[in-house]
């Protein structure tokens, strides 16, 4: 029944997609003086209010990538903001600057948590979106952004995490988690191994918080990103299975929180 339910949700998006055009426009906002350079996306097919998402990017910061799935997430109805977490005029060109960058915000998580509570906000302020239906996800270093944004108490319908940094410094923070959370994760991602895994999992289960985790055999870190190369001896590898059944979760899991 719910295989039925979700197909049809599914064929009814599409149908109504079909003449819709996609918009893609600036959406700039700030947080501490520093400009940041979100994008909106949504379809034209009218002004009723309809679900946010919020997209947090990888470490190489917010890129075509992003943007493509906020086109997916418009074509399926949704609202979609592209958050900028490290300001406009940081664009990292090569993973030793991506390090630096999403290094600065991995050791303040406080300061990761309002950069992207403020990316929320802008998300939130769109008279397109239905401010009490909205959700995050994010992808690696987004993963984990989303996760602390959660930690930080965020006002949200759920959150996604693809592939995602799991760790935290204040795991006894998951108690301020009120939403529920879907995490996808590669069973073979060395960034993210077994111990972080299970120390993720004790985190929710002690703080009781509503969550499903889905691990994907034989995939490893950058599971959804073709440009990750195919080789998982790598580390990093797309692998095309994870990715479509990661995003079929995701699609389930906004079904039932945006009901």
């Given at each position: 029944m719910k295989t039925m339910i979700l197909a049809l949700i599914l064929t009814t998006l599409a149908a109504t997609s079909a003449w819709a055009k996609i918009v893609v426009e600036?959406?700039?906002?700030?947080?501490a003086g520093t400009t940041l350079a979100g994008r909106l996306v949504y379809d034209d097919t009218g002004k009723d209010k309809r679900p946010g998402v919020l997209v947090v990017h990888q470490w190489m910061g917010p890129t075509d990538y992003e943007l493509g799935r906020a086109k997916q997430l418009a074509e399926l109805g949704y609202v979609a903001l592209v958050a900028d977490i490290y300001g406009q005029d940081l664009r990292p060109k090569n993973p030793a600057e991506a390090g630096a960058a999403a290094g600065k915000f991995r050791a303040d998580r406080a300061l990761?948590?309002?950069?992207?509570?403020?990316?929320l906000a802008r998300l939130k302020a769109s008279p397109l979106v239905d401010a009490r239906r909205v959700a995050a996800i994010g992808y690696c270093f987004g993963g984990g952004a989303v996760l602390e944004l959660a930690r930080g108490g965020?006002?949200?319908?759920?959150?996604?995490?693809f592939h995602g940094n799991l760790d935290t410094p204040n795991p006894a923070d998951a108690k301020q988690i009120k939403t529920r959370l879907l995490v996808l994760q590669g069973?073979?991602?060395p960034v993210v191994p077994p111990a972080q895994v299970a120390l993720f999992k004790k985190e929710m289960d002690d703080a009781k918080v509503d969550y499903r985790f889905v691990s994907y055999p034989g995939a490893v870190h950058a599971f959804t990103q073709k440009e990750a190369g195919s080789d998982p001896a790598k580390g990093v590898a797309y692998n095309a299975a994870a990715d479509a059944d990661s995003w079929r979760e995701m699609v389930a899991f906004f079904a039932t929180i945006f009901r």
């Open positions: 600036p959406a700039p906002y700030s947080h990761l948590r309002a950069v992207t509570a403020a990316g965020a006002d949200l319908a759920g959150v996604v995490s069973a073979d991602d």
